[in-house]
């Protein structure tokens, strides 16, 4: 049979019942009346009409099976899981990288920070636990782990992104609220980082690097302020600045004295010893050059503080970090080399 006469076929046989034709909503009500009347029900049977009340109590049991049933199995699995961990959650929060409860202990933090819908609150989570990872890098480093050093890292990285975190979030914070949003949290950081640097020291290589890590998140934070300070100035994001920029400005004059001094012993002890070579003598050199010429940036960047160029103190203060940093670790090496065995 081909396609038009298919087409012929069912046009001609369209109200036929046994192909579905002739169907009649009016008949199927009919026959249905006819059989109620058959089994004894009311002949006159009518249509049942939904009315709106019908209509409404269907939508809010279905809605109640589709949002509340989630939601209750959501709330009951929340207070399973949290009541029945809560001794192990409080175990956790004196645990540091490397222990096997300290997952339980970011995935903490984690559902804290989920259910904290604005923007400051998160933030000031962040730096609570950017405080947390540098309690962390403090314990492992007064601990007698085998791999200490390596965990420190860890800590101090985990540090780092928090305080990363930090400074993402104020950016959504409105400028009436940012200043001193931006201040309170920049003072918190600080004052965790200074307590660290304070315990911790810069004794090692190891040590000096994620040192480092610690005064990179720092100057983030200092960077936070800055652009806070440029978009709508205030008194306490400029007296922030000013009070790092002190801080900085003494921090660099003591460790360039302490670089001299500690160089000094060494050559001096070197020349007692006799074992001062030509290697050691100019890396002594170079390392005392490195710095020869701090006194009189920090007075052309105090100028320029003066005179409101913020971003551009901070970033020559970060370089002069740097080679703070720099000289420190050869000094550190040279005094390893003093008191290595002799051959």
Same mark, same amino acid.
């Given at each position: 049979?081909?396609?038009? +006469?298919?087409?012929?076929?069912?046009?001609?046989?369209?109200?036929?019942?046994?192909?579905?034709?002739? *169907?009649?909503?009016?008949?199927?009500?009919?026959?249905?009346?006819?059989?109620?009347?058959?089994?004894?029900?009311?002949?006159?049977?009518?249509? *049942?009409?939904?009315?709106?009340?019908?209509?409404?109590?269907?939508?809010?049991?279905?809605?109640?099976? /589709?949002?509340?049933?989630?939601?209750?199995?959501?709330?009951? /699995?929340?207070?399973?899981?949290?009541?029945?961990?809560?001794?192990?959650?409080?175990?956790? *929060?004196?645990?540091?990288?490397?222990?096997?409860?300290?997952?339980?202990?970011?995935?903490?933090?984690?559902?804290?920070?989920?259910?904290?819908?604005?923007? +400051?609150?998160?933030?000031?989570?962040? /730096?609570?636990?950017?405080?947390?990872?540098?309690?962390?890098?403090?314990?492992?480093?007064?601990?007698?782990?085998?791999?200490?050093?390596?965990?420190?890292?860890?800590?101090?990285?985990?540090?780092?992104?928090?305080?990363?975190?930090?400074?993402?979030?104020?950016?959504?914070?409105?400028?009436?609220?940012?200043? @001193? /949003?931006?201040?309170?949290?920049?003072? @918190?950081?600080?004052?965790?980082? +200074?307590?660290?640097? @304070? !315990?911790?020291?810069?004794?090692?290589?190891?040590?000096?690097?994620?040192?480092?890590?610690?005064?990179?998140?720092?100057?983030?934070?200092?960077?936070?302020?800055?652009?806070?300070?440029?978009?709508?100035?205030?008194?306490?994001?400029?007296?922030?600045?000013?009070?790092?920029?002190?801080?900085?400005?003494?921090?660099?004059?003591?460790?360039?004295?302490?670089?001299?001094?500690?160089?000094?012993?060494?050559?001096?002890?070197?020349?007692?010893?006799?074992?001062?070579?030509?290697?050691?003598?100019?890396?002594?050199?170079?390392?005392?050059?490195?710095?020869?010429?701090?006194?009189?940036?920090?007075?052309?960047?105090?100028?320029?503080?003066?005179?409101?160029?913020?971003?551009? !103190?901070?970033?020559?203060?970060?370089?002069?970090?740097?080679?703070?940093?720099?000289?420190?670790?050869?000094?550190?090496?040279?005094?390893?080399?003093?008191? @290595?065995?002799?051959?």
């Amino acid at each position: 049979m081909t396609n038009r +006469e298919l087409i012929k076929f069912l046009k001609d046989h369209q109200d036929d019942p046994k192909l579905g034709g002739g *169907f009649s909503h009016k008949d199927l009500w009919n026959d249905f009346a006819k059989k109620n009347s058959d089994y004894g029900f009311e002949e006159n049977s009518e249509s *049942f009409k939904f009315t709106w009340k019908v209509y409404l109590d269907y939508l809010t049991h279905i809605g109640s099976k /589709a949002v509340l049933r989630p939601v209750g199995a959501a709330l009951m /699995a929340f207070m399973l899981v949290f009541g029945g961990w809560v001794t192990t959650v409080n175990a956790s *929060f004196g645990s540091v990288p490397g222990d096997f409860l300290y997952p339980v202990k970011l995935v903490t933090e984690r559902t804290q920070l989920m259910f904290t819908a604005n923007s +400051e609150q998160r933030a000031r989570l962040h /730096a609570e636990f950017a405080g947390r990872r540098l309690d962390e890098a403090l314990d492992i480093a007064s601990s007698t782990r085998s791999n200490k050093d390596v965990l420190m890292k860890t800590a101090v990285e985990n540090f780092r992104i928090e305080v990363v975190s930090v400074t993402d979030e104020l950016k959504n914070v409105s400028s009436a609220e940012g200043a @001193a /949003a931006v201040t309170d949290l920049a003072n @918190a950081v600080d004052r965790k980082a +200074e307590e660290y640097s @304070a !315990v911790i020291g810069q004794s090692s290589g190891d040590v000096v690097e994620v040192t480092a890590v610690v005064v990179e998140a720092q100057e983030q934070v200092t960077k936070t302020v800055v652009t806070e300070h440029e978009e709508q100035p205030q008194k306490e994001t400029e007296k922030y600045l000013d009070t790092v920029f002190q801080k900085d400005i003494v921090d660099i004059r003591n460790r360039v004295d302490m670089i001299n001094l500690r160089l000094n012993r060494i050559e001096t002890a070197l020349l007692n010893n006799k074992t001062l070579t030509l290697d050691l003598s100019n890396t002594i050199k170079i390392t005392r050059t490195a710095t020869a010429d701090f006194d009189e940036r920090i007075q052309d960047l105090s100028s320029i503080f003066a005179a409101g160029g913020y971003r551009t !103190v901070f970033a020559k203060i970060s370089e002069m970090k740097i080679v703070l940093v720099n000289a420190e670790t050869v000094v550190a090496d040279l005094e390893i080399v003093l008191t @290595a065995p002799q051959q």
